[in-house]
Nanobody
Framework: QVQLVESGGGLVQAGGSLRLSCAAS????????MGWFRQAPGKEREFVAG????????SYVDPVKGRFTISRENGKNTVYLQMNSLKPDDTAVYYC???????????????????WGQGTQVTVSS
């Protein structure tokens, strides 16, 4: 069993930065691939970034490439999403999710993620 708790969301002006954190409980965190997803009002939940269980591989959706960075510290049971050059289109609730092994990518179905956090709101003003 893994429990995920996101933090770090908030209100920021366009061009600003935020760092989201996802703290995981459980001793098997290091065996899980992690991903960040987001859901804007009236839209479907979408993949943003993923990282392999070891941290050696990452994946991003095209609109965030070069602006967002996903990383993890297995010793702290935490995964991060550094978001720079934020745009109003980045406004959404951001969720972290976990699946055993491998890596989370845009091709990972939402049903393939075993655990989800409760989400944290990110609002980017223009």
């Amino acid at each position: 069993q893994v429990q995920l708790v996101e933090s770090g969301g908030g209100l920021v002006q366009a061009g600003g930065s935020l760092r989201l954190s996802c703290a995981a409980s459980g001793r098997t965190f290091s065996s899980y691939a992690m991903g960040w997803f987001r859901q804007a009002p009236g839209k479907e939940r979408e993949f943003v970034a993923g990282i392999s269980w070891s941290g050696s591989s990452t994946s991003y959706v095209d609109p965030v490439k070069g602006r967002f960075t996903i990383s993890r510290e297995n010793g702290k049971n935490t995964v991060y999403l550094q978001m720079n050059s934020l745009k109003p289109d980045d406004t959404a609730v951001y969720y972290c999710a976990a699946k055993p092994g491998g890596i989370v990518t845009m091709n990972t179905p939402l049903s393939g993620l075993d655990y989800w956090g409760q989400g944290t709101q990110v609002t980017v003003s223009s």
